[in-house]
C-alpha cells in the first residue's frame, strides 16, 4: 500500500539532504516507489514504512523515516559478487604469489651468505602484495560479511563496517604507495643524481600524501559515531550531512592525487629511457608493457572514480544510494591486488664489494642463452634478462619485475650505487 499524504516526516527530504543541495529530492521516473515514502507507504505516524525487503538506511546519511530506497536484496547480491570476485582474483594469482613468497626468501638467504641482510622493508614490491592481501583483503571481506550477515550494516552509522572500511581503504592505498613510487625509485637509481632528484623524490613525498589524505578520508565515517559517544550538544543531521559532504569532496581529491602520481610515473618512464639502449630489446618492450598497463590501469580507474563520487557530491537522488556503489568501487581492490601478484617489484642488495651472489640452491643457474648489453660509458653497468627463474645482478644493484613465467632484471646504466632502503 502507498500514499502521498504528507505527514510527519515522510518525503522531507531537505532533513536529510546536505544543504548546499536546496531542491527537494525528486526521484526520476523510472524509480521503483511513489515520489513520497519510495518503495514503502506513509504511516498513520507521520513516517514511511518500508516495503518487505527495503531499508530506509544508508551509509553516511540515513533517510530514516523519510525514504525507503536502498533494495537489501540488491546490496547482498551486489556484495556477494564483490568477494567472489575477490576470490577468483587470488586463485587466479595463487602462483604469482607463490613465487614472490619464494623470491623474497631466496634474496633472504643470499643476503645472508654475503653477511648483509634484507628485510621485507627494502623490498617494496613483495610488502605491498602482502599489505593487499592481509590489510586490504581481511578489511573487504569483513565488511562484505557483515552486509551479508546482516541488513542494517551501514559506513558512519554502525561501528563495525565502519572500522572494517577503514582498513581496507587504508590497505588499498598503503600497496599502492609501497609500490608506485617504489617502481620508479629503483628504475632511476644510479642514474644521474638531477634525474633522481627531480623525480624519485617528488613520486615518493606524493606517495605519502596519498596516504596521509586516505587516511584523514578514510577515517571521517568514524566522526559521527565518536561524537554519538560522547556529551556534546551539536546537531547530528548537520554532522552527518557535512562528514558526507567532506568524504566525497577528499575522494575526488584523492584520486586527482592517485591518478596523476599514475600519469607522472609513465610519463617519467618512458621520458628516462627514451635514447637507452633498451628500447631496442624485447625484454625492454615487454618490461614497458607492464608498466604502462598497470599505471594507465592506475589513472584510469581513478579518472572513472572521481566522476563518480563528483556525481554522488553534487546529485541529491544519490545521497542515500551510496550502498549501491560500494562494492563495486571496491572491485578495483581486487584487480589491484591481482596485478601485485602477477607483476610485481623485487630488489635484491647485492655485496658492496661488486660481486654478483651465486644462485641459490633452488634457483639453478642463469641461462647461458640470455641477453645482455652493456653501456659505452666509463662506468657503465649491464642490463640483463634472465629467461630462467634466476635472478641475476648487474655489479651493484638490480630490480626486477616479475611474473610466474619470466623473470627480468635491470640495472641502472650509469654509477651504480649500494642500494638504501627508502620510503
Known sequence: MTSTQHDGICGESQTFLPVYMTQDYSPPPWWFGDSVCGSGFCSAAGVCECDAG??????????EGIRCDVNEIAIKL??????GFSAFKIWRSRQGIRDKAKQHQMLVERAKKHGETYTLWQNKGYL???VALFVCQPGVWLVGLLHLASSDQRVGKTWAVSIFFLIAKLGFYLAAHFFQPQLLSNILRGAKGSLSRKIVRPVRLWG??????ACIVGALPLVPLIVSQVDLVIDQDALTQGIYS????GIVFLMFLYGTQAFVIL???NAAFSSNLTKQSDQYRQLKRRVTRFQ????THAIFQAIVYTAYFASPFLVNKFDYFLPLSWLVFHIMTKELGVSTLAVERSSSSGKSPSPGPSTGQESPNAPSYSSSQPNNSRLSFATSPSMFTAKDESFAMTSPARCFDFAPLESPRALKPSI
Do not use: E, H, K
Open 54 to 63: 527495503w531499508s530506509d538506511l544508508s551509509s553516511f546519511i540515513d533517510a
Open 78 to 83: 551486489l556484495w556477494a559478487y564483490n568477494l
Open 128 to 130: 605491498a602484495l602482502l
Open 208 to 213: 605519502r600524501i596519498n596516504v596521509f589524505t
Open 246 to 249: 567532506a568524504y566525497m569532496a
Open 267 to 269: 610519463s617519467r618512464f
Open 296 to 299: 594507465r590501469r592506475a589513472y
